[in-house]
């Protein structure tokens, strides 16, 4: 088993990465949960892949486990359907002293994570991510969120779980897409720190070849981000790196409603447009552009989008969560594994 543990000021958790482990998901949860009730949220591709399994084994092991069932998909995490959670919460009498565990991908953690964060100003949670991009990212550091009309993740809080549970085995029921999605955000960490995991990354070209050492790539991407968060836990300096390509890659999710790209595909055209045109404004290098090209084409992710520079897209850039005032900090890799960031006005979207 790998295991990290993530300490900042207001918290302490572990994070555990071993195949098979939500086979032993009582002995887990008990280590930091003496309680009886236990909220599970997941969502309508999890629900029986692995969600009744695990409710299944806490209620042999004597909690009492209820469950809401999200629609799969980022429409869940808009801010009008929360109040329905609070409701099933409050119907089940959860309390402060209860627990709630977050099964699925991002958009379930943001939706458990959030609805914790502020149901009765605070109830423990833990984390258990079923997807790739879940396991290497969304999962760790925090930060919670859901979506609104005017833009993703717009409405949100910082609330660590209690405990990560990352099962690789899950994966292996991922559809060819979903487990592209989260190569987006391994090729981000593998560019903006870790050369190591960029020549990992270069050895393989697809699902096949690079699952016998997910293990290994999940524990680089949450080492990082751990060593990020402890050191910026509420995302005011350094931690900002960890958004290279998210800027632009948030405006395409609003801009298409969510619907024609995934979050890592539009992570992916974000991080290219970025390098693209920091490489033509003599910032970078075009040799780093054409690196980050090659290696998200390698694993089957989009690269480029027709609207990327409409006014309706720079109006979504414009609101984005990063900006200070009229500026907006712009993460940039100059070399691999060697990030950095600028303050730039939306000026610098304009010019293709």
């Known amino acids: ?38 909220f599970v949220i997941t969502d309508t591709n999890v629900e029986h892949l692995y969600a009744d399994k695990i409710i299944n084994k806490l209620n042999e092991s004597g909690f009492k486990v209820y469950k809401k069932v999200l629609e799969a998909g980022e429409n869940s995490k808009k801010i009008d359907n929360i109040i329905e959670i609070y409701s099933s919460l409050s119907d089940k009498s959860i309390t402060r002293s209860d627990l709630i565990i977050g099964i699925g991908g991002g958009v379930v953690g943001d939706v458990s994570g959030f609805i914790a964060s502020t149901y009765l100003r605070g109830v423990s949670f833990v984390q258990i991510p079923t997807t790739l991009l879940a396991q290497v990212d969304s999962s760790v550091g925090g930060k919670t969120a859901v979506d609104t009309d005017f833009g993703k993740n717009m409405v949100g ?10 099962d690789p085995k899950v994966l292996l029921t991922l559809s060819e897409r979903v487990f592209r999605d989260g190569m987006a955000e391994v090729i ?5 720190r870790s050369e190591k995991l960029y020549e990992l990354l270069n050895k393989f070209k697809n699902r096949e070849e690079i699952y016998p050492h997910i293990e290994d790539v999940i524990y680089e991407c949450c080492s990082i981000k751990k060593e990020i968060v402890q050191r910026d836990e509420f995302d005011n300096g350094e931690r900002m790196i960890l958004n290279f390509g998210h800027t632009i890659g948030h405006a395409i999710e609003t801009f298409y409603s969510y619907e024609k790209y995934t979050h890592g595909e539009a992570v992916s055209i974000g991080m290219n447009r970025i390098a693209s045109l920091a490489a033509g404004k003599k910032i970078i290098s075009n040799k780093i552009k054409e690196q980050i090209e090659e290696l998200t084409t390698q694993y089957g992710l989009p690269v480029d989008d027709e609207n990327i520079v409409s006014k309706e897209l720079l109006k979504y850039i414009k609101n984005d969560k990063k900006a200070r005032g009229s500026e907006i900090n712009i993460v940039l890799v100059d070399k691999i594994g060697s990030s950095k960031i600028l303050k730039e006005d939306i000026s610098f979207f304009k010019n293709k």
């Open 1 to 38: 088993m790998l295991k990290l543990n993530l300490k900042t000021n207001t918290s302490d958790y572990k994070i555990y990465i071993e195949k098979g482990l939500i086979e032993r998901i009582d002995v887990k949860i008990k280590e930091i949960f003496s309680g009886e009730k236990i």
């Open 188 to 192: 981000k960490y593998a560019f903006i």
């Open 157 to 166: 809080s910082f609330y660590h779980p209690k405990m990560v549970i990352i």
